[in-house]
C-alpha cells in the first residue's frame, strides 16, 4: 500500500526522536548540576526522603554551630571566674596575714584592709561587666528567677536547672520528715543545787579541735558553761543551761548542725571511774530521736523509756526534706536536688529544718536560666539549661551568722552588715568562714561550667557531627547522580538521537517513491 497523506514510519521515528531528545535533555541537566534528582518527577519518593534528610541536615548543621557558640560562652563566662578566684585567693591571703596581730602593727593591718575593699570591688565590677556580645554573663540575669521564698524557712536558693515543659512556673514544695540536730550530750546534776560533786578535768572535742577545762568541786554548771563558751571558737562545741535552770542540768552541743558534726566530754583526771559521777551521768539521743525538750526536764522519765542513753560522743543528723515528693540529700541544713526536671541547692533556716510538720514551703522558679538548643529540632530532649548565678560580693559567701547571712560584702569596710573582719577583730574565723565559702561557691560553678562543657557540649558536637556524615551520605546516595552511569546514558541517548534523525529523514524520504507511479 502507498499512501502520502500519512507518512506512518515519519510519525513512529519521529515519537521515538522525541523520547530520545528528552532522554538526551535529562543527561545534560544531571550531569550539569550534579544531582540525580532535579524535580519531584524525577523521583518523587526519593524527592521527599532527600528532602526530609536535607532538612535534618540543616537542623544538624545548626545544632554543630550552636553548641560551638555555646562553648564559647562558657570558655568566656569561665575566664572571668579565674579571676574571681585569683582575687578570693588573694583576700585570704591578706585575712591570714592581718590574723597575725602579734607582728603586725594597725597600720599595716588598715593597708591590708584598704586591699581586702579593692579586692572585693572588683569581683563585684567583674560581676557587672563579664559579657559575651550583648549578653551578661555573672551579674545574675542568667540566673533562675524565684518568687515566693520565705527567708524564714529557705534562707538560700540555688537553681540549677529546671523544666517549664508544658508550665509557665515550676512549683517547689519542701517538707521537713527527719530535723536536722546538733551533737548533744545532756548532763543530769547530782544534787538539785546544780553543782559539780568532785573536780575534774574535762577533755571537749568537737569538729574544730580539742581543749580542756579544769573544773572544782561545788563548781555551779554556770561557771561550766561559761568556761565551754569560752573555748568555742576553738572546738566547734557551746554549753548552755538546761531551760536556763542549772538544777534541770546543761547540755553540750556541736554549733554545727549534721552528720559531720559532733560533741565528745570525757572526764581525764578525777575519782575512779566507780566514783565517777560526771562521765555516770553523760547522755546522749539514741537512735535519731528529736532533741528531748521541756520544763521541768523530766529525767526519770526519759532515761526509764530508753529516750538518752549513757554516752561520751554524739554526732549530729541531716536534715531529711521531700522535694515536690522525692527525698532530697541532706547535708547539715543544706538539701540538694538532682532530678531531670530540677536541680538545686538550698539552705534552711535552723527553725525549720528542725522543725517537722506537715506545712511545707512553698516558692515558684518563675523562669529565667540559659536555655541552650544543642539538637536539630526544637524539644525539651534536644535541650539543656544551665544557671549563672551574680558572683557580686553581696552574692558571693553566704553564711549563717546567728540568724542572718553574711556575704563577702561584710568584708568591706563600712559594708553592710560589716563584720569589720581585719581591722578591729581579735576572731577572724568568721571572716575565714565567708571566704572559704566564698571560693567554695566559685570553685563548684566553674566546675559546673567545665562539666557542662566536658560532658554535655562537647559530646553533643561529636555525635552531631557523627550524624552529619551519615546523614549526608544517605542524602547523596539517593539525590546526587552518578557521573559513569549518566555520561554512559549520555553517550547512548547522543547515539540514539542521531541515529533517530538518520531514520526520520529515510522515512521522510520514503514516500517519494509514489512519484514514479504517477510517471509511469
Given at each position: 500500500m502507498a499512501r502520502i497523506n500519512t507518512n506512518i514510519p515519519s510519525v513512529l521515528a519521529q515519537r521515538n526522536l522525541r523520547s530520545i531528545q528528552s532522554e538526551l535533555q535529562t543527561r545534560f541537566e544531571r550531569l550539569s548540576t550534579g544531582l540525580r534528582i532535579n524535580r519531584?518527577?524525577?523521583?518523587?519518593?526519593?524527592?521527599?526522603i532527600s528532602e526530609r534528610l536535607r532538612s535534618n541536615i540543616s537542623g544538624v548543621n545548626q545544632g554543630i554551630s550552636n553548641s560551638d557558640r555555646a562553648a564559647n560562652v562558657i570558655s568566656t563566662t569561665e575566664a572571668s571566674l579565674s579571676e574571681v578566684s585569683d582575687l578570693l585567693n588573694s583576700i585570704k591571703s591578706l585575712i591570714v596575714e592581718s590574723a597575725n596581730t602579734g607582728a603586725n602593727s594597725d597600720a599595716e593591718r588598715n593597708a591590708n584592709q584598704l586591699q581586702i575593699d579593692s579586692a572585693i570591688a572588683s569581683i563585684t565590677r567583674i560581676s557587672?561587666?563579664?559579657?559575651?556580645?550583648?549578653?551578661k554573663l555573672l551579674n545574675g540575669s542568667?540566673?533562675?528567677?524565684?518568687?515566693?521564698?520565705?527567708?524564714?524557712?529557705?534562707?538560700?536558693?540555688?537553681?540549677?536547672?529546671?523544666?517549664?515543659?508544658?508550665?509557665?512556673?515550676y512549683n517547689v514544695k519542701v517538707n521537713v520528715v527527719a530535723s536536722a540536730q546538733t551533737g548533744a550530750l545532756y548532763f543530769q546534776p547530782p544534787t538539785a543545787a546544780g553543782t559539780i560533786l568532785s573536780s575534774s578535768t574535762l577533755q571537749i572535742a568537737g569538729v574544730r579541735g580539742v581543749q580542756t577545762i579544769t573544773v572544782t568541786s561545788n563548781s555551779s554548771l554556770t561557771s561550766v558553761v561559761a568556761a565551754v563558751n569560752n573555748l568555742t571558737s576553738l572546738?566547734?562545741?557551746r554549753a548552755s543551761l538546761i531551760n536556763g535552770n542549772a538544777a534541770s542540768g546543761m547540755v553540750f552541743s556541736s554549733t554545727d548542725y549534721g552528720s559531720n558534726a559532733f560533741v565528745s566530754v570525757k572526764r581525764l583526771q578525777g575519782p575512779a571511774l566507780a566514783d565517777d559521777a560526771f562521765s555516770n551521768n553523760l547522755y546522749k539521743v539514741a537512735n535519731n530521736l528529736p532533741a528531748p525538750s521541756g520544763a521541768p526536764f523530766a529525767w526519770s522519765t526519759?532515761?526509764?523509756n530508753g529516750t538518752i542513753s549513757v554516752g561520751q560522743r554524739d554526732e549530729g543528723q541531716n536534715v531529711q526534706a521531700l522535694v515536690n515528693g522525692a527525698l532530697a540529700t541532706g547535708d547539715g541544713l543544706k538539701i540538694k536536688v538532682n532530678s531531670p526536671n530540677l536541680s538545686m541547692d538550698m539552705q534552711l533556716s535552723a527553725t525549720f529544718a528542725t522543725t517537722v510538720s506537715n506545712t511545707p514551703s512553698n516558692f515558684d522558679i518563675t523562669g529565667g536560666g540559659s536555655l541552650f538548643q544543642l539538637g536539630p529540632d526544637v524539644s525539651a530532649s534536644q535541650q539543656a539549661s544551665f544557671a549563672t548565678q551574680s558572683v557580686a560580693a553581696s552574692n558571693l559567701g553566704g553564711v549563717l551568722v546567728g540568724s542572718t547571712m553574711q556575704f563577702l560584702s561584710s568584708l568591706t569596710t563600712g559594708g553592710s552588715n560589716s563584720i569589720d573582719a581585719s581591722l578591729k577583730s581579735k576572731d577572724f574565723t568568721i571572716a575565714s568562714d565567708i571566704l572559704e565559702r566564698a571560693i567554695d561557691e566559685v570553685s563548684i560553678l566553674r566546675g559546673r561550667l567545665g562539666a557542662f562543657q566536658r560532658n554535655v557540649l562537647e559530646p553533643n558536637t561529636r555525635s552531631l557531627n557523627s550524624a552529619l556524615e551519615n546523614l549526608t551520605a544517605s542524602s547523596s546516595a539517593i539525590r546526587d547522580a552518578d557521573f559513569a552511569a549518566e555520561t554512559s546514558a549520555l553517550t547512548r541517548a547522543q547515539i540514539l538521537s542521531q541515529s533517530g534523525t538518520t531514520v526520520l529523514q529515510l522515512a521522510n524520504a520514503s514516500s517519494q517513491s509514489v512519484l514514479q507511479l504517477l510517471q509511469g
Open positions: 519531584g518527577a524525577d523521583d518523587p519518593a526519593g524527592m521527599i557587672d561587666t563579664a559579657s559575651f556580645g550583648s549578653l542568667l540566673d533562675y528567677n524565684l518568687s515566693g521564698v520565705n527567708p524564714n524557712e529557705v534562707v538560700q536558693a540555688k537553681v540549677w536547672n529546671a523544666s517549664f515543659i508544658s508550665q509557665a512556673t572546738t566547734g562545741v526519759l532515761i526509764g
